[in-house]
């Protein structure tokens, strides 16, 4: 279980970062993985539900500084 449980991550985190760059964004400050349901793992397959939140940015140097160009 442990395998699956951290290709499962790995591809939450994987949706996240397209959904900011959907969104035009440059960064992803944070995000929130909840599990939603999920069943006994059986022979066959495993079958998870999760919610992502978080939250995304555009980032832009400013006089050697970054500064915060736009949040969604």
Known sequence: MG???QEFLNE???IARAHVAALQGNVLLSYKITPRQSTVKS?????NMISISGDAAII???SG???LAHAY
């Open 43 to 47: 022979l066959k397959s495993v079958y």
């Open 60 to 62: 832009v140097p400013s």
């Open 12 to 14: 939450a985190q994987a």
């Open 65 to 67: 500084m970054f500064s």
């Open 3 to 5: 395998k699956f449980f």
